[in-house]
């Protein structure tokens, strides 16, 4: 099995040169360049002040394969999100699929961010389809923090209603 594989992502005489390791092996075979890219450099790790009003947190996972996803995004006066950060514990691919939904959240209205779909995150790495789901949770990951935000607002508001009654 390993040597099919082996056939189709590397030519015969990179056998007769050198060795891979197993970690070596997986990348060059499986992954996709941007995948790995993300993977070794990922873009916005951290985390914001989940306490602030201007700041949604989504927090998801997938039991079937045991990634979790956490990503927080700041958002501006004008409804503009202005950062976004991310920690994901998971393979390469749901650390890439974080990594590029932060990118592309950046700069966009909290409209905007919502017609981000895992399709999207999918084409954009090349995922094969055994790892979709990574870009489902990424998805996921942005609507919660979506939603996490708008409930901060609505709870904002409904405070100030009450202050002035």
């Known amino acids: 099995m390993a040597?099919?594989?082996?056939?189709?992502?590397?030519?015969?005489?990179?056998?007769?040169?050198?060795?891979?390791?197993?970690p070596e092996f997986i990348t060059?075979?499986?992954?996709?360049?941007?995948?790995?890219?993300?993977?070794?450099?990922?873009?916005?790790?951290?985390?914001?002040?989940?306490?602030?009003?201007?700041?949604?947190t989504g927090l998801v996972g997938a039991p079937a394969?045991?990634?979790?996803?956490k990503l927080q995004i700041e958002v501006d006066d004008q409804g503009k999100i202005v950062d976004a950060r991310f920690k994901t514990f998971g393979c390469g691919s749901a650390i890439a699929s974080?990594?590029?939904?932060?990118?592309?959240?950046?700069?966009?209205?909290?409209?905007?961010?919502?017609?981000?779909k895992n399709t999207d995150i999918a084409k954009e790495?090349?995922?094969p389809p055994v790892k979709l789901h990574c870009s489902m949770l990424a998805e996921d990951a942005i609507k919660a923090a979506l939603a996490d935000y708008?409930?901060?607002?609505?709870?904002?508001?409904?405070?100030?209603?009450r202050a002035s009654s």
């Not at 990594?99 to 919502?114: F, N, Q, Y």
């Not at 708008?150 to 209603?161: F, P, W, Y």
Request: proline content about 2%; glycine content about 6%.
């Open 3 to 22: 040597s099919t594989v082996a056939n189709k992502c590397l030519s015969p005489l990179a056998f007769l040169t050198r060795r891979l390791s197993a």
């Open 28 to 56: 060059q075979c499986c992954y996709h360049k941007k995948v790995v890219d993300h993977y070794e450099n990922p873009r916005n790790v951290g985390t914001l002040d989940k306490h602030s009003k201007n700041v949604g």
């Open 65 to 69: 394969c045991g990634d979790v996803m």
């Open 98 to 116: 974080s990594s590029l939904a932060t990118e592309w959240v950046k700069g966009k209205s909290v409209e905007e961010a919502l017609t981000i």
């Open 125 to 127: 790495l090349c995922l």
């Open 150 to 161: 708008r409930l901060k607002q609505q709870d904002d508001q409904q405070g100030a209603v």
